[in-house]
């Protein structure tokens, strides 16, 4: 079993902050799927907790290095 490295928002897939696009690397998942699976989850919660949820989340998981594309 292969050790995971410590969870940092993505810099080479982000829209807003990074933050789900560093959850898909570290799980491993599609990012579009899960910006999917946030926004549906966000919308039929009751109140949005989902907006309060992903600024807490990018105050709280540090940004990953940048990659250079050369």
Do not use: C, H, N
Not at 14 to 24: I, P
Not at 40 to 55: C, D, K, M, N, R
Not at 59 to 70: A, D, F, H, K, L
Request: aromatic share 12%; hydrophobic share 45%.
């Amino acid at each position: 079993m292969a050790l995971r490295t410590r969870m940092t928002r993505s810099t080479r897939d982000e829209m807003v902050a990074g933050v789900l696009g560093g959850v898909s690397e570290y799980f491993g998942l599609d990012s579009s799927k899960v910006r999917l699976a946030f926004v549906v989850a966000s919308l039929i919660s009751a109140g949005f907790p989902g907006i309060v949820l992903y600024l807490m989340l990018w105050y709280v998981i540090p940004e990953g290095e940048q990659r250079s594309m050369y």
